[in-house]
């Protein structure tokens, strides 16, 4: 536009300049001499073009000047926009709607994670985050048809470095008809901005909703807003508050001190972490963990202080209860071996310090399993709890009486007590545990063994002293329980010898040191040999033979029964596999079945597999478990003698008669023999009592079909007997002691004879 008017100017003046100098010339040539008329037009005309050309000359010159100054005026307007655009932080954006391309700047570009090359932008809804699409269509449409004065939306964008928010600002330009044809605007990354945003909502919707209370002050420490935790925590209401000072709360717990020290650490660190006793509105004083900070704005001033706190009076409670359940015993509610280990540890401190003496009791209920296999573990925790009691009775208040596990107790006695006091004390507890217990309508007639031991004779320390005590209880159950027994010295020593047997047991089991000997079973009737029983021997590698009444407890309590009982199966079997082969006139040999394989060994696996493994049959194989441990079989244990005897096994009860079998349970059990226990053998035939019980389980093993062996047999006499009696077998040291298999070898003789 301004083009065709600076054209049309100097056209303009180039006529009037030329139609001025023609006429005015023309003017001056008549009243010249017409013969030089000719000469001056010649003149004239170059005048002319001079003239004209120096009037074009100076008017282009002016027109291009003037151009030049709106052109470096616009430069340094499109400059300053630029810069502003920069300044900013924003981009361009125009879109010619009709051609449907879109100018974006280089700013706008970067902000949409665009190349730098390259201005126009083809698709520009493919750039946006898909569940956005539809709200900027939409806006777009609304603001084109001229239902929004200003296109104004904010819209997702996927970049290589992350989603991104955009801000989009547009106008359209319309023409006449009023149609948008061009659409202008910026565009502008607000992602901080948004994440600013939605920080504070988050941390709004905090302030309203978390479980701890929240209150915000001044730098004045007034009150200027608390959540509801606050409320339902202290009971105020807001407007109870606001405006007011935190020291309204406080308890009048902690001094002037406590408070300069928390605010001397606040404007040192700038937050403050304790636990505060306070006030509630009810007058209820309660302990709360609170954490308070100091919030500075942009200066760096402070400009607010900030307080978050969490209720501690449930937690309180808990930890109390935690406590008390950590250090009680939840059944009988006395205190456990952790408390009792606390209290004897201060016990002996004081001790050592007063030169004065302490006494130790520990105290095991005799049997006291057989009470929860046969009534029941409810009836067993009643029992328990009535033990406690009559305990009890015998305390003094500086005495404690711990539980330590399921029926061993300790009483600590925390003054000076001599060896006898200590006796009379055992025996009173004795008497009282005497004494029947009902339990559901029933009488249990019930006993203990205590250990005693004393400090500092016994024990240097708590755990010394209460590892001799539990020794000297160990001692008083072997000495026919319902008893006491005073720690020793040579307890210790034979603790010592159990233990490095344990240790030397596993090395023994490991490097194959056991040894399977052999004991001869007589057929009475027919005075021959039959069978034979497999018993584990310990071929120790400096100690020679290990008898097993010695290890074998050991082997118990160290949990290696397992391993024992399946080696002394394996060995059995193999030999008596290689005894047949030769001819032998063995049909059977029998194993122990201790309770503990049992319960943690897969008995009826592994006499399956030995048994094929060495081609027996089931019934060359008999098994043999005590009777006290056939009276307490509980299901499992009843189910597995079954498929034992489906399979063809023999099972045998060893030293019959010296527990407390139920007629009834052994009549239901696959039971094919009883074993005479050798305390019934070893006085006969000259002790009538002994007589009549042999005569009477022979009688009972009869009545239930059931064959009868007698163990301990070691005179004519005795083996004459039993065979008068009706027993079916012997076995003892008449016959043979236990041998190894190349001794019974010896002693059967070659094969196919006596």
Known sequence: ???????????????????????????????????????????????????????????????????????????????????????????????????????????????????????????????????????ARRELVRHLRGDSERLDVSYRISRQDGNRWIQVGGKAVRDESGRAVRLVGMLRDVTEQV???????????????????????????????????????????????????????ASGRHDRTFYRQLWQQLHATGRWSGEVWNRRKNGEIYPQWQNIISVKDHRGELSHYVAVFADMSVIKRNQQEIDYLAHHDPLTKLPNRLLLNERLSTAIARSRRTKGELGLLFIDLDRFKGVNDSLGHSAGDQLLQLVAQRVLQVCEESDTLARLSSDEFALLL????????????????????????????????????????????????????????????????????????FYTQELTELARRRLSLETDLHEAIRYNQLRVYYQLQ????????????????????????????????????????????????????????????????????????????????????????????????????????????????????????????ELGVGLAIDDFGTGYSSLLRLKRMPVNKLKIDRGFVSDLPGSDSDSAMARAIIALGKSLQLKVIAEGVETGEQEALLSGLGCDMGQGYLFNRPLPADEIEKLLGEPGHD
């Open 1 to 135: 536009m301004r083009s065709s008017a600076g054209a049309l100017t100097v056209a303009l003046s180039y006529v009037v300049m030329a139609t001025a100098w023609i006429l005015f010339s023309d003017s001056l040539l008549q009243l010249v001499d017409p013969a030089l008329q000719t000469r001056l037009q010649s003149i004239k005309g170059t005048a002319f073009v001079l003239v004209t050309g120096t009037g074009l000359y100076f008017l282009v010159r002016y027109h291009l000047r003037r151009r030049r100054q709106h052109e470096e005026a616009l430069r340094r307007s499109q400059e300053r926009f630029n810069l502003a655009l920069i300044g900013g932080n924003d981009g361009l954006w125009d879109w010619d709607i009709a051609s449907g391309e879109m100018y974006v700047s280089l700013r706008g570009r970067e902000i949409l994670g665009l190349a730098q090359q390259g201005a126009l932008l083809p698709d520009w809804l493919e750039l946006l985050y898909p569940e956005d699409r539809e709200l």
């Open 195 to 249: 994440d600013r945003e939605q920080r504070l909502r988050q941390a709004g919707v905090m302030f309203d909703c978390t479980s701890e209370g929240m209150l915000i002050c001044d730098v004045d420490q007034t009150i200027l807003d608390v959540n509801n935790a606050f409320c339902k925590i202290t009971g105020y209401e807001p407007s109870e508050v606001i405006g007011r000072q935190p020291r309204m709360l």
């Open 414 to 485: 925390e003054r000076d007590v001599s060896a006898s006091q200590m006796g009379k004390l055992a025996e009173r507890i004795l008497r009282l545990l005497q004494k029947p217990f009902e339990l559901s309508g029933q009488l249990l007639h019930m006993s203990a063994s205590i250990g005693l031991a004393l400090f500092p004779q016994d024990g240097r320390d708590g755990a010394e002293l209460l590892k001799n005590a539990d020794s000297a209880m160990s001692l008083a159950k072997q000495r026919g329980r319902n008893g006491y027994a």
């Open 522 to 645: 007589k057929d009475l009737r027919s005075d021959c040999f039959v069978s034979l029983e497999a018993l584990v021997r310990w071929q120790h590698p400096t100690q020679g033979l290990v008898a097993p009444n010695e290890f074998l407890p050991v082997a118990r309590n160290a949990g290696l029964m397992s391993d024992i009982d399946e080696y002394v199966l394996n060995e059995a079997c193999r030999q008596l596999r290689c005894w047949i082969d030769a001819g032998y006139p063995l049909k059977a040999v029998a194993v122990n079945m201790s309770g503990y394989w049992m319960e943690r060994g897969d008995v009826f696996g592994s006499v399956s597999t030995v048994l094929r493994r060495y081609g027996l049959p089931a019934e060359c194989l008999e098994l043999e478990v005590t009777e006290d441990e056939v009276m307490h079989f509980n299901a499992a244990g009843v189910q597995l003698l079954d498929r034992l005897s």
